[in-house]
C-alpha cells in the first residue's frame, strides 16, 4: 500500500514539475487538482 502511495506521490510532483516548466499557473493546478 505505501508504495502505491509514494508512486503517486512521485507521479503528482513529475506532474507538477512539467507543468510549471510549461508555464501552467497554480489557479489552473488547483482547480484541475479539485476537478478530480
Known sequence: ???????????QVSVARRAAESGITKDVLWKWRVAQ
Open 1 to 11: 500500500m505505501e508504495k502505491i502511495l509514494c508512486q503517486l506521490r512521485v507521479a
